[in-house]
């Protein structure tokens, strides 16, 4: 079993290439208090260790969702507390460009479907494409294997 030295620096290691994804995603400024796209969130594993770091390190605790279609636990007053961890998903809503010509049977014709993921309050110049948002989702679930989750799990 590893330390908590080892896991804390491999965690260290991890959570910076975590930061370095997140900085690559187009910025959106939302409205203030603004929470119409927050949900039933999931966070990734290395997420969820970014996101306890955060907590601990304001003497929080960690919030559950008891079922799969509850609020997101961590809107407070209208505001996300835990903001500056909030998981992938929370970033890529508004910054994707999900656009998408396909065959409707019941129609018999091509439909285009569009903008399951844009704010309809604010707007960007450079969206992501599905696939680019695919690709990182990709890169942040291979963070961590999981081999070393579970070394990391039992501590
Ligand atoms: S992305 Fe849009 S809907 Fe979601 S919180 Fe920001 S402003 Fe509100
Ligand atoms: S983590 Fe924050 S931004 Fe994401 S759903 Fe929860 S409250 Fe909303």
Redesign the pocket.
């Known amino acids: 079993m590893w330390s908590k030295y080892k896991t804390d620096k491999y965690l260290d290691g991890k959570i910076k290439e975590l930061n370095d994804i997140y900085n690559k995603i187009p910025e ?1 400024k ?2 203030e208090n ?5 949900g039933a969130t999931r966070w990734l594993p290395i997420e969820y260790f970014n996101i306890k770091r955060f907590l601990d390190n304001l003497g929080l605790k960690e919030r559950n969702m008891k079922t799969m279609f509850e609020m997101c636990p961590y809107i407070e007053d209208n505001k996300c507390i835990i903001y500056p961890v909030r998981p992938i998903i929370c970033r890529l ?2 910054v994707v460009n999900y656009n998408k010509t396909l065959k409707s049977k019941a129609l018999g014709k091509e439909v285009r479907f569009q903008a399951s993921m844009i ?4 707007k960007i110049d450079n969206y992501l494409t599905t696939e680019e948002s695919k690709e990182i989702m990709k890169k942040i679930i291979n963070l961590i294997p999981d081999e070393i989750l579970g070394e990391i799990y039992e501590q």
Do not use: K, S
């Open positions: 959106l939302c409205q603004c929470h119409e796209c927050c809503f508004g704010c309809p309050d604010v």
